[in-house]
């Protein structure tokens, strides 16, 4: 809860808008280019988010650019070069018009770029020189994100998501934004700013054990708004980190921010607490097991109907490739599904641009003869060369671009011009598939998406291979700070749980240089 108070200034504070948003695996040979951000600049930043116009009359939002890339490889240095230039030149255009009194940093929290272990901080810190110190910055991030001690300075506000799946990601990025209003608007000028206290918690834990649909996660995430709605606190959170890219910053985190030292102390440490004392309650948010195990349990005599199966190694929405065929491929060597009379299967999916090409070219109904995927990441299995009929053709995805069904037997392969992820019922009617009647339903995901999660009448985990592989041993970390659980079961000694305080800045507020 936030102080009133009553500010000399009466002008509406101008805010300015910025930052690039990607989950980055390092363990896929994928990389990122500039476009795959699909930058909005200007007015169109502000019109992006509903949420901005109801409080249009307390701030002036300029937008800057904001660039949202589907999760996956290293970004390239020239692309993070290219955009953070044109960040900073828009946000100089800004402040050469008007004074710039707040920031607000959309970012994920968990991108990599080639040559830097921290892009976030390294991003804020180049703002930072262009807009000055006098700004103040409110920070929203997804709770997969990571909060490195610079990252903590360098914001004012922080805050992140409180739900796995993300069903709160807008609110979140509201709830910044409103913080970020209310302290310029309702704190007294030559006020101190907020006060944070931050803490590394050494754990390292794939989202699909630490989903807030089921406990320890859903009790320990319960804590955050009793955490919140505690006198003197302006706001408290969570994250558990990002568990595929092998960095130093990669783990939990806990950060409290408000204008009470002791409350925001003690907000922090009891949520350190209660994460690290759950450590060993985390587990799968469904029955996990082997790619054959869960096709065994799908396909079983009085199995539910539609059975989901993830394909979880090469989920493009956790920084995988999305470009791997080992699941398509384990399917179609299966006899079940050699028959157009077999089982229904619908799999998403593979990309192959030039198996999506000759299929648009042969047209729905055509058979063809194609060979899709493994162009980026052949590591688990190579190219898949299939033969089978079209089943539909789609064009002008903002993702895939072009997606075509080949029908295989009784699978419904899905092949994409670009990589795409299948979160809704609509990514599947829209190509003539109906997920509701099929008997098996295989996607590149982790835990499952609302919609899909919503569809499912079963479901199982595949603990498959690839980019973000659920078994993180087997993946080869070795630059993440150690001892961190689950690489290390023991501790030579209790992890140090205490807040680091990160005072407000001695800069105070509604002071221009």
Not at 325 to 333: F, P
Not at 339 to 365: M, N, R
Not at 409 to 423: D, N
Request: charged share 25%; aromatic share 6%.
């Amino acid at each position: 809860m936030s102080d009133s108070g009553t500010t000399a200034d009466t002008r509406r504070p101008v805010i300015a808008i910025a930052g690039l948003a990607i989950e980055t695996s390092t363990f896929t040979p994928t990389r990122t280019p500039a476009a795959a951000f699909h930058p909005d600049r200007g007015d169109e930043v502000v019109a992006r988010y509903d949420f901005l116009a109801p409080l249009a009359d307390r701030a002036d939002f300029r937008g800057a650019l904001i660039g949202h890339a589907l999760p996956g490889g290293v970004v390239l240095r020239e692309s993070f070069e290219e955009l953070s230039a044109e960040i900073t030149d828009r946000l100089s255009a800004i402040a050469a018009d008007t004074t710039i009194d707040g920031l607000w940093f959309d970012i994920h929290g968990a991108m990599v770029v080639e040559g830097l272990d921290d892009a976030e901080t390294t991003l804020l810190d180049r703002i930072r020189a262009v807009v000055g110190p006098d700004v103040v910055v409110s920070a929203s991030m997804d709770l997969h994100g990571n909060v490195s001690p610079g990252l903590a300075h360098q914001c004012d506000l922080i805050t992140c998501y409180r739900l796995a799946p993300h069903e709160d990601a807008l609110e979140t990025k509201e709830r910044a934004v409103r913080n970020l209003v209310d302290v310029l608007t309702t704190r007294p000028v030559g006020s101190q700013r907020p006060v944070k206290a931050w803490i590394p918690v050494p754990v390292l834990l794939p989202g699909e054990k630490t989903s807030t649909r089921i406990e320890p996660a859903a009790s320990v995430y319960g804590q955050v708004a009793e955490v919140e709605s505690t006198e003197g606190v302006l706001d408290a959170a969570i994250w558990v980190g990002y568990a595929w890219a092998d960095q130093p910053r990669n783990r939990a985190v806990t950060v409290v921010t408000g204008w009470d030292e002791a409350a925001v102390r003690a907000g922090a440490e009891r949520l350190a607490r209660s994460f690290w004392d759950a450590r060993d309650d985390f587990a799968f948010v469904a029955p996990a097991g082997s790619f054959d195990e869960c096709l065994a349990a799908a396909l079983a005599p009085g199995a539910a109907r539609p059975y989901f199966v993830s394909d979880s190694g090469d989920n493009p929405t956790a920084g995988g490739s999305g470009d791997m065929t080992w699941g398509l491929t384990q399917l179609l060597a299966r006899d079940e599904f050699r028959s157009t009379d077999g089982p229904v299967v619908l799999y998403a999916s593979v990309p192959g641009p030039a198996a999506v090409a000759a299929c648009v070219a042969a047209g729905v109904g055509a058979t063809v003869t194609v060979t899709a995927g493994a162009e980026v990441d052949d590591l688990h299995a190579g190219p898949l060369t299939m033969t089978g009929r079209v089943h539909a053709v789609k064009t002008g995805d903002r993702d895939a671009r072009t997606e075509v069904v080949l029908q295989v037997g009784s699978v419904f392969a899905i092949l994409t011009e670009l990589r795409k992820p299948y979160h809704h019922e609509h990514d599947f009617t829209d190509l003539d598939l109906d997920p509701r009647s099929a008997d098996l339903v295989v996607v590149k995901i982790g835990y499952l998406e609302p919609e899909l999660y919503d569809m499912a009448a079963d479901w199982m985990l595949a603990l498959t291979p690839g980019g973000v592989d659920q078994d993180l041993e087997r993946l080869g970390h070795h630059r993440i700070e150690r001892p961190m659980y689950p690489f290390d079961r023991t501790f030579p000694e209790p992890p140090d749980l205490s807040a680091r305080i990160i005072p407000g800045s001695d800069r105070p507020l509604g002071v221009h240089a």
